[in-house]
């Protein structure tokens, strides 16, 4: 296994056991986390950002079904899974419903970090009721 290959299956750990804060961690100092809402510089933003996860949702679970790279790069295609518990920013209110998102990720890696992080969403599974911000 090359370093994006631990990279991954160290992050899909911490992400299936709701370690937000040592999902931050994994990032540079100055680690980039890009998804289809917005763009976080540097690690304090990104742990901000994640920690918002936790708050929103519920019983999250990430599960890889495909997976390349090297020591610079990897590809991931993955399915987000939560239950909506809490809201999803101001005015978004939580709707209790479950949410099935299937996502390719592009992680570029510096150092055993994660330098960027490049969410493309490619289907949400969205049940009525339920908006993206």
Do not use: C
């Not at 295609?77 to 592009?106: D, H, M, Q």
């Amino acid at each position: 296994m090359g370093a994006g290959q631990d990279l991954l299956k160290h992050w899909e750990s911490l992400y299936n056991k709701h370690d937000f804060a040592g999902l931050a961690e994994m990032f540079t100092t100055d680690g980039v986390f890009i998804d289809p809402y917005g763009r976080r510089e540097g690690r304090e933003a990104v742990a901000a950002f994640i920690a918002g996860w936790e708050k929103a949702f519920s019983d999250i679970n990430m599960e890889t079904s495909l997976a390349v790279g090297d020591d610079e790069a990897v590809m991931v295609e993955w399915t987000f899974r939560a239950t909506n518990t809490g809201p999803l920013g101001p005015g978004v209110p939580a709707s209790g419903k479950n949410l099935v998102v299937e996502v390719i990720t592009a992680i570029r890696i510096s150092d055993g970090r994660n330098r960027q992080d490049l969410w493309m969403r490619f289907r949400a599974q969205r049940p009525s009721g339920l908006r993206f911000l």
